[in-house]
Structure formats: C-alpha cells, structure tokens
C-alpha cells in the first residue's frame, strides 16, 4: 500500500498493490495493520455502506456532529467519481480548505478522512458504486449538510453541467450558517 499525502496533512490517499495478469487481478483492500502502520491511527470502522449512482448524481457535502462523528475511508469499485473532504474543524488551520481526489475503478485509489471534514462526490462514469468504511454508525439525527456549491468553499468541481442532487442536499446549509466542529 503506497500513502500519498494531500495539502490537508489529515486527509490521506491509499494506493493500493495490484498484482495482476491475463486472469485479473487481485489486491488487499483494507489491513487494520497496515492502515495503523502507515497513518499512526488505531481505528475502528464500524459500518460499511455500498451506493450506486448515474452520472452526474452530487451527493455531499455530508458529515455527523460529535459525538457521533465519522471518519470515512471510501474506493470506488466500478466507474469513476470526483471526491471531496472539507476540513470543517473551525480551530484547524486548514479550516474550509478542500481536497479532491478521482477515484475510479481503474485506479483502485482510497481516500481516507478523519471525523471533522464534510464529504461529497459526483459521479463521472455512465454509472459508479462507491464503497466506505465509517468509524461510527449512521445516525439521522446528527447528520448535517453543507451545500456542495457554498461560495465560500468554492470546490473546483470537474464538470459542466447541472449536477442531480437530493432536496436534502439541495437544501444543505451554507457553511457559515452550520453546525461545524470546534
């Protein structure tokens, strides 16, 4: 497993080894040891979720408030998406800052985010199925959204059209109105 690091010290992308041939390929997806080894973490993923979407589908930017909150290590298995984490820790310095990341089914990249950033991807492939591990599980109630186009985030999304979004994420809440981390 190969650790690239971002402009976010926090936020890490995960290169996995493919050892592949005429038959396919094969690779490990996840060793807690090696993910403690190369990032200095003990964590615990408590929940794994699988979605499918077509093309052009935003969802993001989502996260849950302490005490529930998740980190999330997510791949892509089929297609292709343009990823974002958002540092929405108000006492980081990187506070607001973003790092996006492709991840497709043909690069096997992982993207690792710890609790304290807000989440969201688009789908750039006829149709993707994303896969991620979360250190917490899903709860309603401490789930927030932070609109995927806040003008005070300014996300250079890799697309040209008008993104299909959820009325949720529709109606997420620009990021100086949110409930954001200390």
Same mark, same amino acid.
């Given at each position: 497993? /190969?650790? +690239? ?14 050892? &592949?041939?005429?038959?396919? #390929?094969?690779?490990? *997806?996840? /060793? ?5 080894? $190369? ?14 979407? %077509? ?5 993001? $930017? ?12 997510? %791949?892509?298995?089929? &297609? ?15 506070? &607001? ?6 991840? =497709? !089914?043909?690069?096997?990249?992982? #993207? ?7 989440? &969201? ?31 005070? +985030? %300014? ?5 040209? #059209? =008008?993104?299909?979004? =959820?009325?949720?994420?529709? /109606?997420? *809440?620009?990021? +100086?109105? !949110?409930? $954001?981390? *200390?």
């Amino acid at each position: 497993m /190969n650790l +690239i690091p971002t402009e976010i010290p926090e936020v890490l992308i995960f290169e996995p080894k493919v050892f &592949g041939d005429d038959r396919g #390929f094969f690779m490990e *997806s996840y /060793n807690a040891k090696t993910f403690a080894q $190369l990032t200095g973490l003990a964590v615990d993923f408590v929940q794994d979720n699988h979605s499918k979407s %077509r093309h052009g589908v935003l969802r993001g $930017l989502h996260y849950q408030l302490p005490p529930k909150a998740q980190g999330k290590l997510v %791949r892509v298995v089929s &297609g292709e998406v343009f990823d974002v984490a958002v540092d929405i820790r108000k006492s980081s310095p990187t506070f &607001g800052k973003w790092v996006g990341v492709f991840l =497709s !089914a043909e690069n096997k990249k992982q #993207f690792w985010m710890p609790a304290g950033f807000a989440h &969201g991807f688009v789908t750039l492939s006829d149709t993707a199925e994303f896969l991620y591990k979360t250190t917490e599980y899903y709860t309603p109630e401490m789930e927030r959204c932070i609109r995927w186009d806040d003008p005070d +985030i %300014r996300i250079e999304w890799p697309f040209h #059209f =008008s993104p299909q979004v =959820s009325e949720k994420d529709e /109606n997420g *809440s620009p990021m +100086i109105n !949110a409930e $954001l981390f *200390s």
